[in-house]
């Protein structure tokens, strides 16, 4: 009976020892459970994210696919109005020989205009203005006195901007600041 009671004292112990090891496997069991747990949590964000950001970026292209469609047309259109528009400013509106046909380049060019702005498709004349190498191309310089340095003196051709972005820049004669003259010979004695 002695023994009996031992062994009954023995019992609990092991058992205890047994929902020990148990309960200490089961907290790593658990440490390691949770930890996936944020692992998959983690990658579920950066897959939305990724989701998301590719949503956005098909959006933006399916914009700018809309927005500049017409960049070939419209440049290749572009020499076309440079033409009308050369043709009137080398026509003498006082001749009356070609009055007719002036007039219908006239019609012509305004018919153009009004397209392209219906279209977000606006010219770049910046006869004056700053040389602003963003828009315009500068073909020469030019000294000048009476304009101010850097500036637009001549334009040769127009530039077009379709919906806010360059199609061709405006190729311009930029002003500089006259050269000081040397001193003369009778300045020198």
């Given at each position: 009976m002695a023994?009996?009671?031992n062994h009954d004292t023995q019992l609990p112990d092991v058992a205890a020892d047994a929902d020990k090891a148990s309960g200490v496997e089961l907290d790593a069991r658990i440490q390691v459970l949770e930890e996936e747990l944020a692992a998959a949590q983690d990658q579920a964000l950066r897959m939305a994210a990724d989701l998301q950001n590719v949503r956005r970026r098909a959006e933006q292209d399916v914009e700018k696919a809309h927005k500049f469609a017409l960049e070939?047309?419209?440049?290749?259109?572009?020499?076309?109005?440079?033409?009308?528009?050369?043709?009137?400013?080398?026509?003498?509106?006082e001749d009356q020989s070609i009055k007719a046909v002036r007039e219908g380049m006239e019609l012509t060019l305004?018919?153009?205009?009004d397209t392209f702005k219906r279209y977000q498709l606006e010219a770049i004349d910046p006869h004056?203005?700053?040389?602003?190498?963003e828009h315009h191309q500068a073909m020469a310089m030019q000294e000048?006195?009476?304009?101010?340095?850097?500036?637009?003196?001549k334009?040769?051709?127009?530039?077009?901007?379709?919906n806010g972005r360059l199609l061709r820049p405006a190729m311009v004669v930029?002003?500089?600041?006259?050269a000081e003259a040397p001193p003369s010979i009778d300045e020198k004695a």
């Open positions: 023994d009996e009671q070939k047309f419209a440049g290749d259109l572009l020499p076309v109005i440079d033409s009308l528009e050369r043709g009137l400013e080398l026509s003498s509106p305004k018919l153009f205009q004056g203005e700053p040389f602003n190498p000048s006195a009476e304009a101010e340095p850097n500036s637009v003196l334009v040769f051709q127009k530039g077009y901007l379709l930029v002003s500089k600041a006259p």
